[in-house]
């Protein structure tokens, strides 16, 4: 029997990227909010340089429910599953993958949210892939550009702004959508390396600019500049100048006094009222404990698996498939960033890459999206390339060697003590459309231990994004050549399995029969249930998707809080 706890206006479940946001335009609007996290406070004393604890050994066990549920994965329905990842890409912790993240925050291009209409117009219906389910979003860049601006200055982003209210700046992004102001701040320093790759760009007739990231890049909000100490892939900030949600928006909230955080509390189902079909609440377990917390409205926003997770296991009468799944969509549309794809190139000269982070480098948008013209090529789509300072000793010594010399013994051991500071793995995004045949559901046989069935993804990258993919690794080859490469090694396309860029599954749109929630986020069958993060989010775009993901959480709590008579 559960512990009946006081009503409050909303429950969110996930403090992480998303819910860490939108707490704070609730609390600021008058909103009672209990925010209820699977794992717990961290600071700065948990954030050690250890490439161990943090690549390897995913943090905390204590705080880490994600790898007690890590999903199962299946290319398709009649084929095998795929080797179980040993981490989940995702951490549970207040601030969520916001405290281990790379911290890039992109938005996505105008394009991006006209794929159907766009291609429509320029190419003909006949280049929308076979198969695919991709819509239009219900609006377009101008109706999210003011949402992208409150959290890059909330949680605080670096970068250099390529098209402000139209005004083109070569130094920028010239590709991105019309913006109304700077960053911030301007963005990390390059490198040495970056430099040069950004040299060879301009002599290639490309367009590099710096990349946007949720660093400080200067002392922002009380909190020192980034001192480029090398651990921030999948490492934390000993001196937090990475602006994850619990050092940035979560605090604000706090501070208002109309937040509570509830940390270890693990979700086990969103309650809903069979008469009216409305949630009335969250059940969770905590120290052994069942609590249900009562709330007149609940947004979830743990992650696009648990999202979908969550939805599918709260079965009741009224939706005996899971809650807001009685048309079937819960799981559709799912898409990951083809990524895997990439490019190790080797250098005949030291590229200096120790201190870093992967959030420093230069990129290249002259091939993603439709930023090229595709009359001639056989797909849609195309990618973002981005050539960054990351390296640590394990990863180091793991390099390929490229044929050049054994992989294991004395020759192996000379050549990673020549090479180990000569090679660079270029970070490609791509654009990934979402399919019939790609989707998210129940494990029928894998469980948690508490019984519960993990999230089980059946789901292959099609013709359309393997040929993205080998294009843009092409292009990436003649940027590595141009600037001096002696080898370059390409990358299998790799699978759709458990990613950090994970979308789909709850989609976004007007229409009720092929989407979850409607334009503002909300269920179509759910009135009161408010879904936030890339789970909503219709197409991935060549970039990651954080930042376009608390832009909309931002919109969503925004909405409900104005609407907040309507809404209850």
């Known amino acids: 029997m559960a512990t009946n706890l006081k009503k409050t206006d909303v429950v969110v479940i996930g403090l992480g990227a998303v819910g860490g946001v939108a707490v704070l335009p609730l609390a600021r609007a008058g909103c009672e909010v209990i925010g209820l996290e699977a794992g717990t406070w961290l600071d700065t004393k948990d954030f050690a340089a250890d490439e161990i604890s943090n690549n390897f050994r995913g943090w905390p066990k204590s705080v880490q429910k994600a790898n007690r549920e890590i999903p199962t994965h299946r290319a398709n329905e009649k084929a095998p599953y795929s080797p179980r990842f040993p981490l989940h890409p995702m951490m549970n912790a207040v601030g969520g993958t916001s ?218 009468k009224a939706f005996p498939n899971g809650l807001a799944n009685n048309n079937g969509q819960v799981g559709r549309h799912y898409m990951t960033h083809n990524t895997g794809s990439v490019l190790t190139a080797l250098f005949p000269y030291d590229i200096n890459a120790w201190y870093g982070m992967p959030a420093q480098g230069v990129a290249v948008d002259n091939y993603a999206d439709d930023n090229f013209d595709h009359s001639k090529l056989d797909f849609i789509g195309g990618g973002n390339m981005w050539v960054y300072s990351d390296r640590r000793p394990i990863v180091a010594a793991s390099m390929s060697t490229f044929g050049k010399a054994p992989t294991w013994g004395a020759g192996w051991k000379s050549f990673i003590r020549q090479n180990a500071d000569r090679w660079n793995l270029a970070y490609m995004q791509k654009t990934t459309l979402p399919y019939e045949d790609n989707y998210l559901d129940l494990d029928p046989t894998v469980k948690d231990p508490l019984g519960n069935p993990v999230t089980r993804i059946t789901a292959d990258f099609k013709d359309n994004e393997k040929r993205v993919g080998a294009y843009m690794q092409d292009r990436m080859t003649q940027w590595f050549n141009e600037a001096g490469a002696i080898a370059v090694e390409r990358g299998p396309a790799g699978t759709m399995g458990p990613s950090t860029h994970a979308y789909g599954g709850t989609r976004m749109g007007d229409n009720k029969a092929t989407n979850v929630v409607n334009r503002w986020g909300f269920a179509h069958e759910v009135p009161n249930l408010g879904i936030i993060g890339a789970s909503v989010m219709g197409t991935s775009g060549s970039h990651n998707p954080t930042l376009t993901a608390q832009a909309l959480a931002w919109r969503t709590a925004e909405y409900l809080s104005k609407s907040w008579k309507s809404m209850v």
């Open 99 to 316: 405290l281990h993240y790379w911290a890039q925050s992109w938005r996505l291009n105008p394009w991006d949210f006209k794929v159907v209409s766009e291609t429509t117009k320029r190419y003909g219906a006949s280049r929308i892939p076979k198969g695919s389910t991709v819509e239009d979003w219900p609006f377009g860049l101008e109706e999210l550009e003011s949402y992208y601006d409150k959290v890059e200055y909330e949680v605080g982003v670096s970068g250099k702004a390529g098209n402000i209210n139209g005004s083109i700046d070569p130094a920028g992004n010239i590709f991105e959508g019309s913006r109304k102001r700077e960053f911030p701040m301007p963005p990390l320093r390059g490198t040495e390396f970056t430099e040069r790759m950004g040299a060879v760009a301009r002599k290639l007739g490309w367009a590099p600019f710096p990349g946007p990231a949720a660093i400080n890049s200067q002392v922002y909000d009380d909190r020192p500049g980034c001192v480029y100490h090398g651990y921030c892939n999948r490492g934390g900030c000993h001196i937090n100048a990475k602006n994850s949600t619990t050092v940035s928006t979560i605090p604000r909230a706090q501070k208002t006094g109309r937040l509570k955080v509830v940390d270890q509390a693990h979700v086990i189902r969103i309650e809903v009222d069979e008469r009216t079909a409305r949630t009335t609440g969250v059940t969770y377990l905590k120290g052994g404990v069942e609590y249900f917390q009562p709330a007149d409205v609940v947004l979830l926003g743990s992650y696009t698996y648990e999202n979908v997770r969550l939805l599918l296991m709260s079965k009741s």
